[in-house]
């Protein structure tokens, strides 16, 4: 009976092994999990970088202050945005964008297609 005991212990490993067995789930468990938290930040800002490249004047934006309204200038760091009846024009830090509502674009296309329909 004595002989089962010793045989089912765990028997210590020395060197690599050891380190391998007792470390290797955990460094990839935390690999695992950082790749979960990176890869989705990339692909994020990447988009958001992408939106603030391709901004355009008369889009429409939503800002993080909860502001919303038209772009009639766009320069390399910042935007001026004209928002209200009053068409009060705020000076905005481009990185202070939320994101674009209604691209210029689209406006026009809309108006295409329902001339189209006609």
Do not use: W
């Not at 999990?33 to 800002?45: A, I, N, Q, V």
């Not at 068409?87 to 481009?94: A, W, Y």
């Amino acid at each position: 009976m004595v002989n089962l005991l010793i045989l089912t212990a765990a028997q210590p490993t020395d060197g690599v092994g050891g380190f391998l067995s007792t470390l290797g789930f955990p460094i990839l468990l935390l690999g695992a999990m950082l790749l979960m938290f990176y890869l989705p930040e990339r692909k994020r800002r990447k988009n958001f970088n992408s939106m603030l490249s391709n901004l355009k004047v008369n889009d429409e934006i939503f800002t993080t202050g909860g502001i919303i309204g038209k772009l009639v200038k766009v320069d390399e760091g910042y935007v001026i945005l004209e928002t209200g009846p009053d068409r009060v024009r705020i000076k905005l830090d481009k990185r202070g964008i939320h994101s674009v509502l209604n691209k210029a674009d689209d406006k026009k296309e809309a108006v295409e297609i329902k001339e189209d329909k006609k």
